[in-house]
């Protein structure tokens, strides 16, 4: 398999995952500007001709190498995010349950965004 490139495309909440030029995977996350920011995984796609190649663990740490750079958390809804992050607790910092509240919250107001 070729390298897997991922590209933030924070303007449209989506972390990409390309091989060989094409899209095989994404992330759709929002991001929460209260009670604090953090980034919100929703959504966790990977397209069948690539899945059980890594393309969703890949894109999943690098969600969270991004957060951890820019000293925000995480607050995983999306359920595969959710447990690539139980199994990776060194790199994926557990959110608190008021965070994890406040991001199905946002989430539910604002549908139109994911």
Known sequence: M???????????GR???YVDGDVVG??????LGSPRRA????????DPAHEGQGIAGSLARELYA??????????????????????HRDEAPAATPELIQA???FATAHPERW
Not at 6 to 12: S, T
């Open 15 to 17: 972390l990409e995952a």
């Open 26 to 31: 994404h992330i759709v996350y929002l991001e």
């Open 2 to 12: 070729s390298d897997i490139e991922i590209h933030d495309d924070r303007a449209r």
């Open 103 to 105: 991001a199905k919250r």
């Open 39 to 46: 980034l919100v995984p929703v959504h966790t796609i990977v």
């Open 66 to 87: 991004i957060a951890r750079r820019e000293g925000v958390p995480v607050a995983p809804l999306c359920p595969y995010v959710t447990k690539w992050a139980e199994r």
